[in-house]
């Protein structure tokens, strides 16, 4: 991982990935940190907000990363990838980042959406991964 992560809490009741036979669900990431903040954020001195949608990107995926890797699995397991971008104008800087990370093995939508969960989040992805589990483990 090229990213440090840190393990955080969902703000939901759901768990970072579940896993269904071979398959490996993910749940949404965002680059919410640890504290409650949002990485890939600058708060400018005369009040404005600007948002790093390719670092947020890039945190997003190595928070997937992790999971995958929980679950015994890594990036280049994923079949689906399903990103969720609040202004689709950011859609080259995260097209950029998800290129260094996704061979374009994995189907992929991109879906432009009115909001994410917190205002400052403007990545999100979801992705399945197939990873047959080994004989003896369980579901």
Request: with cysteine.
């Amino acid at each position: 991982m090229s990213a440090a992560v840190q393990h955080i809490a969902p703000l939901g009741r759901y768990p970072a990935y579940c896993r269904a036979g071979d398959f490996i669900h993910v749940s949404g990431m965002s680059a919410r940190q640890a504290d409650g903040s949002v990485a890939g954020v600058r708060h400018l001195p005369q009040g404005g907000v600007v948002f790093d949608a390719a670092h947020q990107t890039r945190i997003v995926i190595a928070k997937v990363e992790a999971a995958l890797a929980q679950a015994g699995a890594r990036l280049s397991d994923c079949v689906a990838v399903t990103a969720y971008l609040t202004d689709m104008a950011d859609f080259p800087a995260y097209n950029a980042i998800y290129g260094e990370y996704f061979d374009g093995r994995a189907a992929r939508t991109t879906v432009g959406v009115h909001q994410l969960p917190h205002p400052h989040m403007v990545v999100e992805l979801t992705v399945v991964a197939y990873k047959p589990q080994a004989a003896g483990e369980g579901a």
